[in-house]
């Protein structure tokens, strides 16, 4: 079972410079990055057997060099809540 999961965030790039959001699963410290980023919204999917504590972090990027970076943030993922959650609003809009 795979569950997208949104991700958003605050801030400006200016000309040249784009975003990448960083994942760690803590358990298995699997990592994971994006593509490069013009928007300050992110869905992605992760696999039901990668549940439980993750952390994200977002960079800010011109060519190769971090010019800025988020601090990393947990969160939990449980693809088989118990209640029903409302629906997140996808990155359109």
Request: proline content about 6%.
């Amino acid at each position: 079972m795979v569950r997208t999961t949104i991700f958003r965030w605050k801030g400006e790039i200016g000309p040249g410079q784009f975003y990448v959001v960083h994942l760690r699963h803590l358990d298995s410290n699997w990592t994971w990055q994006s593509g490069p980023l013009r928007t300050n919204c992110l869905e992605t999917s992760l696999q039901a057997d990668m549940f439980g504590g993750w952390r994200w972090q977002v960079s800010v990027m011109q060519g190769n060099t971090i010019v800025a970076q988020s601090e990393e943030v947990d969160f939990w993922y449980n693809p088989f809540p118990q209640e029903i959650l409302p629906t997140q609003r996808p990155c359109s809009e």
